[in-house]
Each structure stands twice: as C-alpha cells, then as structure tokens.
C-alpha cells in the first residue's frame, strides 16, 4: 500500500527556490518528514554540497553520511522521506538514473518518494515512486 502525499508549502517554495538559485545546472536535496494519518506529509528538505552539470547532479557523500545521522531513523519527528531535484530547461520528467536513484530510496523506505521541477516552468512538479518497476507519477498529492 501507498500512502497519499501531503507537501508542506514552505517546502515547495524552497525547493523551487533552491532550483531558481542554478538555472544552468541541476540540483538537489532530501525530503523530511514523515508518516502522519496514514498520509506521507513533507515538512522540510536539507541540502549540502553537491557537484552537477546540466543534466546531472551528486550529492556530496560527507554530507549524506550526516543526514543519514541525523535523519535516517523512521519513527523520528523528521524523517528522509525522499529526494528532490531539478531539470533546468529540460522538463519534468523521470530519467534513468532518476528511476535507478529511487529504486535505492525506495529499498530503504518503500514509501519514499521523488520530487522533479525545472525551474524554467515555475508551477510544474512532479511527484513519483517506483510501482511494478515502472515510474509512477503522484498526480494526487495535496499542497497546504
């Protein structure tokens, strides 16, 4: 079973911001959070030193050994919960390596979810997991 999506607008503002900050090249972070009512809910996103290109983006392995620290354990109050990241210019569409990234997310916490925007279009997001080895876009998931 897969929980429904709730983000937190504070973080879709920041993460769009964070894709304002590099229209050029990609960037990304972690989504905390966590299992409330049966709802998978957003509450924050971290991010930290990254090295990326126009169509690819790595998170910096000192930094995700610290969140994994600080966050990595389920039942806490934040939680990773997730990954976001951004196609400038491209779109927002699930890549390869997007699928084989989420596939990882998702062998730690089945619930985990991607989040892709492209900064050129500013309302566009999209939200997925992996289901039955395909990408499944959320189209159902609530903002407040």
Not at 38 to 53: H, I, M
Not at 87 to 105: A, E, I, N, W, Y
Request: glycine fraction near 6%; charge should be positive.
């Amino acid at each position: 079973m897969t929980h429904p999506v709730k983000l937190r607008k504070k973080v879709v503002n920041k993460i769009r911001e964070h894709a304002r900050s590099s229209m050029r090249n990609e960037i990304a972070g972690l989504l905390l959070g966590s299992i409330r009512k049966k709802t998978l809910v957003v509450t924050d996103v971290v991010t930290g030193k990254q090295v990326s290109s126009p169509t690819h983006v790595v998170l910096e392995e000192e930094f995700l050994v610290r969140v994994a620290f600080e966050y990595g354990r389920l039942g806490r109050r934040k939680s990773v919960v997730g990954w976001y990241h951004s196609h400038p210019g491209l779109g927002c569409f699930v890549s390869g390596v997007d699928f084989d990234t989420q596939r990882r997310f998702q062998s730690f916490f089945p619930e985990a979810i991607g989040l892709i925007v492209d900064p050129s279009l500013p309302e566009k997001l999209e939200v997925f997991r992996i289901h039955q080895n395909k990408a499944k876009i959320i189209s159902e998931y609530t903002i407040s």
